[in-house]
């Protein structure tokens, strides 16, 4: 079997995690600048290996479809999703917003749509400025400095980089034999070291680790999708930030159990991947089709929407599986 982490000295100097302080900012091991925490791993030897490894041939879609109704942030005041048409065909005989010539318009047929939406809506990346300690997020970056009237000047989603890294997936649930994990429970150190040893897989510094818990199964049934649900604790996102993960997701819409176990914090492992790991987060990823497919390692590839300045964004990540 292989060992659960393989974290040397040397790259513990690099891993956030390892010189992290109990609910206190960290300084970042990348220097005074950083916004971009442990995805500073990625860099161009690691993107060739792992794409030297892909295999083409067989691409997972890891991202959900967004539409009205779907679940969301609705609870904590945040706006649903919503689109509706700005151009419809009958409507452009009526209105001709073009001004071309009536049989011109009959002809093109010319329709168009808008979208409003929460940037915590559907698949999506949270980034570090979305939460921190004491009005500081990661790399001590504050609100009295970093914090304009409409977005933080620092950690946004344009700084992102476009991400081809060596995936893994934890398949709790299924480790278990279940389709969903019981509401609320909270996958813990134990449990992610079982997992990786029941599949035979191993956590290595520079991977996206993708959690499983079943929950999409519950994603047309919002009221039960985003109540009591069973994610990360925080000893298991201590657990694989310390093995050197530089994005954790899960088919949740939390990544971390819900309601917290902590009465002082109602998103603690949020605020420790964050604030005190610089690890990005990645929200109601589709890994059923992994799952089922029990395949465990891959290539991740994916690339959020460049939004200034965001606390999140939709992105549409990608996974092809390794050759040998």
Not at 247 to 274: K, R, W
Request: glycine share 10%; hydrophobic share 40%.
């Amino acid at each position: 079997m292989c060992s659960p982490r393989i974290v040397d000295e040397a790259m513990k100097q690099r891993i956030a995690a390892w010189n992290a302080n109990f609910r206190k900012v960290t300084t970042s091991p990348f220097g005074p600048g950083d916004e971009i925490g442990m995805l500073n791993l990625i860099d161009a030897a690691s993107r060739d290996a792992i794409m030297r490894r892909a295999d083409a041939s067989r691409v997972y879609d890891l991202s959900v479809d967004n539409f009205v109704g779907m679940p969301g942030w609705t609870a904590a005041g945040d706006p649903t999703y919503q689109i509706w048409m700005t151009h419809t065909p009958p409507g452009e005989k009526v209105w001709n917003s073009m001004h071309a010539p009536a049989e011109m318009v009959e002809r093109i047929a010319y329709s168009g749509d808008a979208i409003s939406m929460y940037t915590h809506c559907g698949t999506h990346i949270d980034t570090l400025n979305h939460f921190g300690y004491n009005g500081k997020i990661w790399n001590n970056f504050s609100v009295d400095e970093h914090l304009g009237s409409r977005v933080w000047d620092v950690c946004g989603a344009e700084k992102h980089p476009p991400m081809f890294a060596r995936g893994i997936m934890l398949d709790i649930a299924g480790m278990h034999g279940l389709n969903v994990l019981p509401p609320s429970h909270g996958i813990g150190a134990q449990e992610i070291a079982d997992c990786l040893k029941h599949q035979g897989t191993a956590l290595q510094p520079g991977d996206v680790v993708l959690l499983r818990t079943g929950k999409m199964v519950d994603r047309l049934d919002t009221p039960k999708y985003c109540a009591a649900i069973p994610g990360l604790n925080r000893e298991g996102a201590e657990y694989l930030c310390k093995g050197g993960a530089i994005m954790i997701g899960a088919d949740n819409l939390t990544v971390e159990q819900t309601p917290s176990s902590d009465p002082t914090n109602y998103l603690p492992v949020h605020c420790y991947l964050f604030a005190e790991a610089g690890v990005p987060i990645l929200e109601m990823a589709q890994l059923d089709e992994l799952a089922a497919d029990r395949v465990y390692e891959f290539a991740f590839i994916g690339a959020c929407i460049k939004l200034r300045g965001a606390t999140g964004a939709p992105m549409r990540p990608v996974a092809m599986p390794l050759r040998g």
